[in-house]
């Protein structure tokens, strides 16, 4: 079975001395020394062609040496985003700074920093909560600090700088720090409220047939707009918001999210008492979605044995809604607006985002209103990219034509 190896996932946090990418180093990890690298966890990625050759006599350690440094890609333990502890930094680390070779990094340089700003600042947070009589001054110091840890993502209980809002309405009620506080604790809840709703889809233990069919519980409570907002949110930050789930998790609650088989929240895109434009854009942001999770997490070519996120991919538009509009005085701008998307998402190089875009064409070239457009875009498609697989042009001339299952 071929497989398809992914690209680097965007949005990877710049190291400040060697970047967002791996760094060859012309000599190549041999296969028998990756079994003996340590700190490696199963969602780490290891680039073998940036190996640098370790001097074991300069190194601390408790049983047995580094042999080779390696790049490795991880996800941020706080933020979820993806970065890179490089075999350079390693090689610092444990031959120059004399760190043990155990020592391991699961934060990424970002939230290094701020973890060590943020220390700063919660010493002053929690001395000014435990003053009993604070004066103005104290207060107004505490305004800002408390505004920059809740920016941080540092608070999470929100009883205490609500009670310092209340405090400087009734103390200082002009100072100018007031309305940013207040809009970092709207945010605050703004964003728990969210995370609420991730993990509500995603967070739940894997099942045969996903949490939504084999477990029994309520809908999230949330209107259509929050509803809406939430939808636009993961698609547009899929990359770091779903790097703590697993392919079946994120398989389940995107199961849930689209097919009305599971639920019918996703109906929201047709809510017609939401403004068409706040509805069509949370639309559009599925274009991230493919992007930043579909093309780095489906590994499945056509005809393979697929996965079962790579089989998500595939039949998304067979299993939602959203590319059926009856009669609705909408339709042909939700028909455009997908016919426009697909013919994006041909142009992904991950074969199962390009199967998943046919797939969803060739259905549309059942209405009267798309047939021709969609032969007009897959041909467009077939004489741009002659150095298709004989397979995919197959497959690509019979979605053009409405042949699809």
Request: glycine content about 4%.
């Amino acid at each position: 079975m071929s497989r398809y190896k992914p690209p680097l996932p965007p949005h990877i946090v710049r190291h400040p001395r060697y970047g967002a990418a791996p760094i060859a180093s012309g000599l190549e990890l041999p296969p028998a020394e990756v079994t003996r690298l340590f700190g490696i966890a199963k969602t780490d990625r290891i680039f073998p062609h940036t190996a640098i050759a370790a001097d074991t006599a300069r190194q601390h350690y408790t049983i047995t040496p580094h042999r080779y440094y390696v790049d490795i890609l991880r996800n941020c333990q706080q933020c979820r985003r993806p970065f890179f502890f490089f075999a350079r930094e390693q090689q610092y680390w444990y031959e120059t700074l004399g760190f043990n070779v155990h020592a391991n990094t699961l934060d990424c340089p970002d939230c290094h920093h701020a973890a060590h700003e943020a220390q700063a600042l919660l010493r002053a947070y929690a001395a000014f909560f435990k003053q009993r009589t604070p004066s103005d001054g104290d207060i107004a110091q505490a305004l800002v600090f408390t505004t920059k840890l809740l920016g941080l993502g540092t608070i999470t209980h929100l009883d205490k700088p609500r009670r310092l809002k209340n405090l400087a309405l009734q103390r200082i009620p002009t100072d100018r720090a007031i309305p940013a506080l207040i809009e970092a604790i709207e945010t605050a809840e703004a964003n728990q409220r969210y995370h609420d709703w991730l993990d509500f889809q995603m967070d739940r233990p894997e099942t045969p047939n996903g949490w939504h069919l084999d477990n029994d519980c309520e809908p999230f409570q949330a209107s259509s707009a929050e509803h809406l907002r939430h939808y636009q949110r993961l698609f547009t930050h899929c990359a770091t918001d779903l790097a703590r789930f697993s392919p079946a998790q994120i398989e389940s609650g995107l199961r849930n999210l689209f097919d009305c088989g599971c639920g019918d929240t996703v109906f929201i895109f047709q809510d017609t008492s939401l403004p068409i434009a706040e509805r069509l854009a949370a639309f559009n942001s599925i274009r991230t979605l493919y992007s930043g999770c579909f093309e780095t997490r489906c590994t499945t070519e056509l005809n393979d044995t697929p996965d079962p996120l790579s089989m998500f991919c595939f039949m998304l538009w067979d299993i939602t809604p959203l590319a059926w509009w009856g009669e609705s005085p909408e339709k042909e701008i939700w028909h455009t607006a997908l016919l426009d998307l697909l013919a994006d998402v041909l142009e992904s190089t991950n074969p199962t985002c390009i199967d998943s875009a046919l797939h969803g064409l060739g259905h549309l070239h059942s209405h009267d209103n798309c047939n021709k457009r969609v032969e007009t875009i897959i041909n467009r498609y077939l004489r741009s990219h002659p150095e298709l697989s004989p397979k995919l042009r197959t497959y690509a001339e019979s979605a053009a034509q409405g042949r699809v299952l």
